[in-house]
């Protein structure tokens, strides 16, 4: 079956950009043929820096038949609307149909539509969808016409089964030619179909599939530093950036001279990375950095790329001179002597300045250093010690290196060798992938760190909203769950009701993905806001465990037809049972049986709880399954002596609240 | 590399290759301003109707980048070249290539790449989508379409390459240092410059009268509302009273008197000023278009 060709051609699309295009574009191609009845047995799109690229294949020469029914207005609506519907569907009068419906008559259309054929439903389709292409950000270039795209747009192919289909968008007539690599190809390519339209880019030096463009890199990289006994330090993000910036990636090898060697490996990669998109390499087996950077060209140069490799050595050399320059200027320093200098930077306009939210954290992790058993002098330095270094040049040029400078400079100046780390590990976890600080002394820092701020932050009614969180406090609150969950620290939460709440919520999500099921957490949560991650998390896990197990189900169907009969009757009652139970009351064996069972188990839950021992309390529960079953089996509650009744009442009352010291099951789906 | 261009040369060469591209070769703009793209022949020519080409060298002062002389690249006082061509031609990207080979940057052995930056200046209300030109890895030119100057959409576009003419000249002749540049056959960058460095650093972050500079904004910012109101605008004088008033600004934030919160509001007065010149520009003559210029 025939296939559909598009190609738009433009000066260079932001690196950026060009996947999210690519994936538009289909998604717009598809919804508009699948509209109108097309079925196609694939579709692809491709971008590069110049170009995006569609093709259909399999896609039926001609439009299925299209039979759809229309609603129309009322019979009883004004005739404007009638003569409106008529124009519409192009039908007359007497071809509509009454149909009764809830909301009166209402005419109805059919429309029988022959299917046409495909190209003269493109030659429609395309230059519609074209300006409904979402880029992030686009522009006007052609005078008086609003048009957008995301650089001026130079050239249009569109073909079906080899042959133009012809429209106009931007001023541009489509057509079959393209052109190849801007300076390594001449001239127009005259192109029919998909694929000797890629074998004519591929001769010019285009290769399309960013995919693609990603494999020659990592393969060259990987083969140009082989020769060196060296390896690529893996990057994807930079990887997918230079795919969006060559058309026909050529990778070079450039050298890094050696005064420049005893910078720190993390300031070269950084600055090799963020300024000129360079590969880091190391030593395949020592790991080390290597004195090398493989760096991908857009060209074949006619020297073999002499002139290219020197002069991005020279540029480097230029940046590095400042990397350099930057890092000997800051040893000259103390890190110590540069937390004066804090006081000149504001954290936040309500939260007064990095000096005092210093000073703060560092009172913070000195106490939390004493819970959990992390050595208080020890933590308090590193926290002191932990921002210091945002006042340095390193870290003002490259501010996502903060931390790890500061563990550079703290080893420079002889301080302890954990409370380096403790200072560049304190920002720990960044995100859901990395790792939790290792050291006590970092997490006592890492979890001063992240309290003060979510206090600080909420204190001053700056709480994340459903649309923002612009100080990250999640990520900052499940930092702290997961140091304290991931190393069982005891280190009750000590904060406001609200930011309690806040944990909560934060706790729920990430034990979603552990697959607990938040209703139980609040279930546990709601006994007393629970204020101990560890215990909180052991609790939950337990009753999970629990009630999985058939004498939970029962055990929890009990407790719900329990506390659904206390509900009605005490709503009707308009009081609460909370009364002892009488002895002397008890009449039928179940309820005794059930009086006798809930003490024991009463007896028995408490110490288990108080131990900590979770699934012993379960236990506990688990004997009560039986007797709850006896007595809604065998007693009424309702019995028409109210002393009876109430004495009974009370009873589940009594069961309720034995359960209660557990979880609150009323919170427990299901 | 052939030819191996002296920094005149490398300006000589531009202004023959823009000039035989038909552009008008305009001389620098004689008020101090921290980019080409504060000349009027950027700025108010950038908006209405009319078409228009030009090219010039534009001497750049940003003040706070004084390094007294001591720093390979930074400069206090620089030249940029500038380019600015209305409606934008649908080969601008070529013609740009081809000035590159002019200076003796042949793309065979070189690897050009359009990188995305778009530009914004909050002063002038302005903002355009473009790239800056990497070669081997270094930034020599910013290319920009604009879309809007002076809070004005731009219609037809104009489209904007501004090459930095030291750091040019440093990769065509090989140099690290800017001082070391050859000006001509004769001259170092460094005999013709470096003196003019120290001093102004100096000027820039110890000697500026602080005072002064701030009566100098206030009076530009007053003349400038003046030029404006009433019935016979002036915009040409009012934005040269925009222009001042801004390098005022510059040099304030140098002598480091202006706080983070000021500067906002500081950035808002000059584009407050700009943005009724653009405005007034519009309705003149040249601003708008009238066929009996044409």
């Keep these: 079956m025939p296939d559909l060709l598009l190609e738009l051609f433009s000066e260079e699309i932001p690196a950026r950009m060009q996947a999210g295009a690519a994936r538009d574009l289909e998604r717009l191609v598809t919804g508009a043929l699948t509209d109108r009845g097309f079925l196609f047995e694939g579709i692809k799109a491709v971008a590069g820096p110049r170009r995006l690229t569609l093709a259909v294949t399999g896609l039926p020469a001609k439009q299925g038949d299209v039979r759809e029914e229309l609603k129309g207005p009322r019979t009883d609506a004004p005739q404007a609307a009638l003569d409106g519907f008529l124009k519409k569907t192009g039908l007359t009068r007497d071809q509509l149909k009454v149909e009764k419906t809830a909301k009166g008559d209402v005419y109805m259309a059919l429309i029988e539509r022959a299917g046409r054929e495909t190209p003269q439903v493109l030659a429609e389709i395309l230059p519609e969808l074209l300006p409904k292409l979402p880029w992030p950000k686009s522009m006007r270039w052609r005078p008086s016409d609003p048009v957008r795209w995301v650089r001026p747009l130079h050239s249009i192919i569109a073909t079906f089964d080899g042959e133009v289909v012809p429209f106009s968008f931007a001023g541009i007539q489509s057509g079959n030619t393209t052109m190849g690599h801007r300076f390594l190809s001449k001239g127009p390519l005259t192109v029919r179909r998909f694929d000797d339209y890629e074998a004519a880019l591929k001769k010019a030096h285009v290769q399309l599939d960013a995919e693609e463009r990603k494999a020659v890199i990592a393969e060259g990289v990987k083969t140009a530093a082989f020769v060196h006994q060296l390896e690529m330090i893996p990057d994807e993000g930079l990887l997918n950036e230079v795919a969006g910036l060559a058309e026909w990636p050529v990778i070079l090898v450039g050298t890094i001279e050696n005064q420049f060697m005893d910078v720190p490996a993390e300031i070269l990669q950084t600055s090799m990375r963020t300024h000129q998109k360079y590969f880091s390499l190391r030593d395949l087996n020592t790991g080390k950095m290597a004195n090398r950077f493989a760096l991908v060209a857009n060209m074949i140069a006619e020297d073999g790329g002499k002139e290219i490799i020197a002069g991005n050595e020279r540029v480097l050399r230029a940046r590095l001179f400042d990397a350099k320059f930057f890092w000997d200027e800051d040893r000259k320093t103390k890190l110590a002597d540069r937390v004066d200098a804090l006081k000149g930077i504001v954290f936040h306009a309500k939260l007064g300045t990095q000096f005092e939210r210093v000073e703060r954290i560092a009172k913070l992790a000195g106490e939390v250093a004493g819970k959990i058993g992390a050595d208080p002098k020890k933590s308090e330095r590193a926290a002191r010690l932990a921002k210091a270094d945002l006042t340095t040049g390193v870290v003002g040029e490259f501010p996502e290196l903060q931390g790890v400078m500061g563990r550079y400079y703290a080893l420079h100046d002889k301080e302890d060798a954990e409370i380096a780390d403790a200072i560049r590990d304190h920002y720990k976890p960044v995100g859901p992938s990395d790792a939790v600080p290792a050291g006590k002394i970092a997490m006592a820092v890492a979890l001063a760190d992240k309290l003060d701020a979510l206090t600080g932050f909420f204190a001053a009614g700056e709480k994340p909203t459903g649309s923002g969180d612009p100080f990250a406090l999640r990520r900052a609150a499940l930092g702290v769950i997961r140091i304290v969950v991931e190393n069982k620290l005891c280190l009750p939460l000590a904060v406001s009701d609200d930011l309690l709440v806040f944990f909560a919520e934060r706790l729920k999500v990430a034990l979603k993905e552990k697959g607990v099921r938040h209703d139980l957490i609040d279930a546990i949560f709601a006994l007393g806001r629970e204020n101990d991650l560890v215990r909180l998390v052991a609790r939950v896990e337990a009753l999970q465990a629990f009630l999985k197990t058939e004498d939970g189900t029962n055990l929890l169907a009990g407790y719900k037809r329990a506390a659904n009969i206390l509900k009605a009757e005490e709503k009707q009652d308009a009081k609460t049972y909370t009364s002892e139970v009488q002895d002397g009351l008890l009449a039928v064996p179940a309820e005794k049986n059930l009086y006798t069972a809930l003490a024991k188990a009463k007896a028995g839950i408490s110490p288990a709880l108080d131990a900590e021992d979770f699934s012993a309390a379960m236990r506990q529960m688990a004997s009560l399954r039986g007797p709850v079953d006896a007595f809604f089996d065998d007693v009424k509650v309702n019995d028409e002596n109210p002393k009876l009744r109430e004495n009974r009442l009370n009873l589940l009352a009594s069961l309720r609240a034995a359960l209660h010291q557990v979880a609150d099951f009323s919170r427990v789906e299901g | ?294």
């Design chain 2, 1 to 294: 590399m052939a030819g191996k261009l002296t920094f005149q040369d490398l300006i000589l060469t531009l202004q023959n290759f823009w000039a035989s591209k038909g552009c008008l070769i305009l001389q620098p703009y004689d008020n101090e301003m921290g980019a080409g793209t504060f000349h009027p022949a950027t700025t108010l020519r950038a908006l209405g109707p009319r078409p228009w080409n030009a090219a010039f060298v534009q001497p750049s002062r940003r003040p706070s980048d004084g390094r007294y002389g001591e720093n390979p690249n930074r400069l206090q006082h620089y030249y940029q070249y500038q380019v600015i061509l209305k409606p934008a031609p649908a080969n601008v990207q070529e013609m740009y290539l081809e000035s590159l080979k002019a200076i003796g940057l042949d793309p065979a052995l070189h690897d050009i790449r359009f990188v995305e930056d778009d530009w914004e200046s909050p002063t002038l209300g302005a903002a355009g989508l473009g790239w800056e030109v990497w070669c081997d890895g270094m930034e020599i030119t910013q290319f920009t379409y604009f879309q809007q100057v002076g809070g004005i959409e731009c219609d037809p576009v104009c489209a904007e390459i501004t090459y930095g003419l030291e750091r040019l000249a440093m990769y065509v002749q090989n140099i690290e240092f800017v001082y070391d540049l050859a000006f001509n056959d004769q001259f170092r960058y460094g005999e013709v410059f470096h003196q003019n460095e120290q001093e102004f650093s100096a000027f820039n972050f110890e000697r500026a009268d602080t005072e002064i500079l701030f009566q100098h904004f206030k009076d530009a910012e007053k003349q400038c509302q003046a030029l404006l109101a009433g019935e016979k605008a002036l915009p040409l004088p009012a934005y040269d009273q925009c222009i001042k008033a801004s390098h005022a600004f510059n040099l304030l934030q140098a002598r480091g008197v202006i706080s983070v919160t000021e500067r906002a509001a500081y950035i808002g007065r000059v584009r407050a000023l700009a943005q009724a010149c653009c405005e007034a520009w519009l309705k003149t003559d040249m601003g708008a278009y009238k066929p009996r210029f044409a």
